[in-house]
């Protein structure tokens, strides 16, 4: 069994459909069914007649993908799917060969269908080196420096890891070039902050994002919180809107949707109109789905929004958190083909 990375657009576009549908596509929808083309050079010779103009690198480059998702992963192979749309790694089994299709709109032509494991398991779950192997820009590329497939299969299976055993098998990930220097500096980032504020720490960090951002905050203390950690409110004395109930979970699992009720129920007990639910581990798609139905009085939060809200307002946090944060800006070239 073989562990492949495929992802669902750059900008998350057919997430979506891959977890509601069961499949993974991969682009390229300027190319014909594949279904016949029986050799890598049949597929570099096809491409090539479709992009004449395409240089040698980027030809070896794309063909070695299409022809990786078509022809190289078999049927029950597992298949880790970054999520964009949420801080969140989705993982299923391959259940079908390469089909072609036109029946599920723009956007998705090559498919292979997908038994999904789990789809909600948070990035915070995943060892840094296994992050940074998800961080590929490919599209497509196998998984399998450092015994990954092992470590990956007792995670699904809820066990302790086996042992780390380094390898350097896979030279894409090695290559500084081909991976996302952002997304690997962000995961780093958020490892830091799992580490450094644990437990009710979370919600003090919670609560000095909030203030960056204008709001006058009460935090209760550590034990029990009656299901509000933080009380938020506007003006300078904070009895202006919004008012917000904030309730935070520091776990590495996944909230579930009795949390996102309850805090709902508490909004009109604290007179509050909106609230906001950080959960560290992520969200279950139940929360979700029927937060959806909430988007104008709820917001959820999990590591990553959270990471874009201390990016956002660092600057405005008191000096003493940026001294155990110690964060920097800094520019780098990406040049893309």
């Not at 998705?108 to 060892?127: E, G, Q, S």
């Not at 890891?161 to 081909?178: A, C, G, H, M, Y």
């Not at 008012?243 to 579930?256: E, N, T, W």
């Not at 909004?267 to 909106?274: F, P, T, V």
Request: aromatic share 8%; charged share 20%; hydrophobic share 40%.
């Amino acid at each position: 069994m073989s562990v492949w990375l495929v992802r669902a657009g750059r900008f998350g576009e057919n997430e979506a459909k891959a977890l509601d549908e069961g499949i993974v596509t991969i682009g390229w929808n300027s190319m014909p069914d594949l279904a016949k083309v029986a050799t890598r050079d049949e597929l570099t010779a096809l491409y090539e007649s479709l992009h004449p103009d395409a240089s040698k690198g980027r030809v070896a480059n794309q063909v070695g993908q299409i022809w990786a998702f078509t022809s190289r992963i078999n049927q029950g192979d597992l298949v880790v799917l970054p999520l964009k749309t949420q801080s969140s790694i989705a993982i299923g089994k391959i259940a079908s060969n390469y089909t072609y299709t036109t029946a599920m709109g723009d956007g998705v032509r090559h498919v292979r269908k997908v038994d999904w494991l789990r789809t909600d398991i948070p990035r915070t779950a995943f060892d840094q080196d296994l992050l940074y192997s998800f961080g590929a820009f490919m599209t497509v590329c196998q998984i399998q420096r450092n015994n990954a497939e092992q470590r990956i299969k007792a995670l699904l299976n809820g066990n302790k890891p086996p042992q780390l055993v380094k390898s350097n098998v896979d030279v894409i990930e090695d290559d500084p070039t081909n991976i996302d220097i952002e997304e690997a500096a962000r995961d780093q980032i958020v490892e830091y902050i799992q580490q450094k504020f644990a437990g009710h720490n979370l919600a003090n960090l919670v609560d000095a994002v909030l203030q960056a951002e204008g709001y006058l905050t009460r935090i209760s203390p550590p034990g029990a919180d009656g299901g509000v950690d933080i009380l938020a409110g506007s003006g300078p004395m904070g009895f202006g809107s919004p008012r917000l109930c904030v309730q935070v979970k520091s776990g590495q699992s996944p909230a579930d949707v009795t949390v996102l009720r309850e805090l709902q129920g508490i909004l009109q007990g604290y007179q509050a109109q909106q609230g906001l639910l950080v959960s560290w581990g992520g969200f279950k798609k139940s929360v979700l789905n029927e937060a959806k139905q909430s988007f104008f009085t709820i917001r959820l939060w999990d590591s990553g929004d959270l990471f874009k809200a201390i990016v956002r307002n660092y600057d405005r946090l008191p000096d003493e958190l940026q001294a155990e944060l110690p964060l920097k800006r800094c520019w780098a070239l990406v040049l893309e083909e």
